[in-house]
């Protein structure tokens, strides 16, 4: 299975979730946990959509960022792309080197925050949703459970 040629996508947010990438990107495959070394999980972008505050990945030497990779057709970049809002520089699309669940080295593509804004709590909605992909791809239980620890921000109606 060739691992580097620029089809891999790492998802460490709400797209974990196998539902909502079959509504966002028919045909994509999951390939099962892989991990992001030398970075952390943050929330630091403010969403509308979801209320609370959204996930990104920060530099932070010792630490792991567990995701689920996915191999995309073309066509799911743009999709992705528009998702993400790269257009309005609120996420950008990068190639970093992750590791799969096997130990090979990938290099994938996955989005990061342009302008952090400070860190804030996910909605109870957005974790539920990150549970959900964290736990049907079988990410690590100690990680699931981190995840699972975490406060959330109750979004008034």
């Known amino acids: 299975m060739e691992r580097q040629d620029g089809s891999w996508y790492f998802a460490y947010g709400s797209n974990m979730s196998a539902r909502q990438m079959a509504t966002r990107c028919p045909g994509a495959t999951a390939y099962g ?13 403010p969403s509308r959509y979801w209320g609370g505050w ?6 932070e ?5 567990w995701g689920v990779l ?5 066509e799911h970049w743009a999709i992705l792309d528009d998702y993400e809002d790269v257009d309005e520089q609120r996420y950008r699309r990068l190639t970093l080197e992750v590791v799969s669940a096997d130990g090979w080295p ?24 990150l549970l959900e ?10 990680y699931v459970a981190w995840l699972q620890s975490l406060a959330s921000e109750e979004v008034m109606p």
């Open 33 to 45: 946990p892989a991990r992001l070394e030398g970075y952390r999980l943050a929330f630091d972008l």
């Open 54 to 59: 959204v996930a990104d990945v920060l530099p």
């Open 61 to 65: 030497p010792g630490s792991t960022v």
């Open 70 to 74: 996915w191999r995309l057709h073309p």
């Open 106 to 129: 990938v290099r994938a593509q996955l989005y990061r925050v342009v302008t952090p804004r400070g860190e804030g709590r996910p909605s109870a909605r957005y974790l539920a949703t």
């Open 133 to 142: 992909g964290a736990r049907e791809h079988g990410l690590p239980a100690e």
